[in-house]
């Protein structure tokens, strides 16, 4: 991880509502912190959708596995999972098509 991504995922978490950060272990938030970019200053207030911040991919990946390990409950997990199955087979399926795309050259 970047320390750009620590400072977007600092941030974001700042303003999860209390009972949610409270989830998330402090020796956690403490790592996020001092490995942070200090200098990243202001990616979102308390008023900005989620949806309008654009994060790093390192950030989107970090802020959802603190989501799945520490903030979900049962159920919320078992949706991220069949999402994530999804898109990984989503993923495999469009390697597979890209891979017969190409032309082969064959030499005898």
């Not at 978490?13 to 009972?19: A, D, M, V």
């Amino acid at each position: 991880m970047n320390s750009r991504a620590y400072a977007e995922v600092y941030q974001i978490i700042q303003y999860l509502p209390e009972s949610e950060y409270k989830l998330i272990p402090k020796s956690q938030i403490d790592y996020i912190r001092k490995n942070m970019d200090a200098s990243i200053k202001n990616i979102c207030t308390l008023d900005t959708k989620l949806e309008d911040i654009e994060l790093s991919i390192e950030a989107k990946t970090m802020l959802l596995t603190i989501f799945y390990m520490y903030i979900a409950n049962d159920l919320q997990r078992a949706k991220l999972e069949k999402f994530l199955a999804c898109e990984e087979k989503k993923k495999s399926e469009e390697m597979y098509k890209n891979m017969f795309k190409k032309k082969w050259n064959f030499r005898r």
